[in-house]
């Protein structure tokens, strides 16, 4: 199975001080794919993560996540396997509440709800594309750094949507991340 195949993903994320890799599971619990933190070691210590990889086999990968450098509103490219430009996140200066947008073959699609504790849907022109929530994985495993989140995608959704999907939820923890260093 491949991370283009189950309509529910379960990624289980574990950071440190160097790293913020991810497992990516199908609602069974079978590891679908990786994520690997990019970048070398030097600049994870002084601007944290800011490239993220995703593998669904050994040196197969399918998707990239890059913070691209800006002065201002936060921006993430989300990339194929190839480094192709799938899609472009934005994170939107509003005067009460974080807006994020993503720009995909010429439709915005929206991330609702709250953003920061990973309860939001990806919303797209024609409908959701993603619902995500976060899960509790113990005391334990919050004190050591690790966090579930789920992501439930649209039955029959494209390749490109999905991507989007799982892109945007790498991209926003990227985001999260950064503003609490900040």
């Not at 890799?21 to 601007?47: C, K, N, P, W, Y």
């Not at 669904?56 to 430009?85: A, F, S, W, Y």
């Not at 959704?157 to 939820?169: F, K, W, Y």
């Amino acid at each position: 199975m491949t991370i283009f195949e189950p309509d529910v993903l379960v990624i289980q994320q574990t950071k440190n001080l160097m790293k913020n890799d991810f497992a990516i599971l199908d609602g069974e619990g079978m590891q679908v794919a990786h994520v690997e933190t990019g970048g070398s070691a030097l600049g994870r210590m002084f601007a944290g993560s800011r490239q993220l990889t995703v593998f669904d086999g050994p040196g197969n990968p399918v998707l990239q996540v890059k913070d691209t450098m800006t002065l201002g509103r936060e921006r993430m490219e989300i990339l194929d396997g190839q480094g192709r430009p799938v899609a472009s996140l934005v994170k939107r200066i509003t005067m009460f509440k974080t807006r994020v947008t993503v720009e995909f073959q010429g439709e915005q699609i929206d991330l609702i709800g709250d953003l920061w504790d990973f309860e939001f849907q990806i919303s797209a022109p024609d409908g959701v594309i993603a619902t995500v929530s976060r899960n509790w994985s113990g005391l334990g495993n919050a004190l050591m750094g690790k966090s579930t989140y789920s992501v439930r995608l649209a039955p029959n959704i494209s390749a490109g949507h999905r991507l989007v999907g799982v892109g945007s939820v790498l991209a926003l923890d990227l985001i999260r991340e950064k503003q609490k260093r900040d």
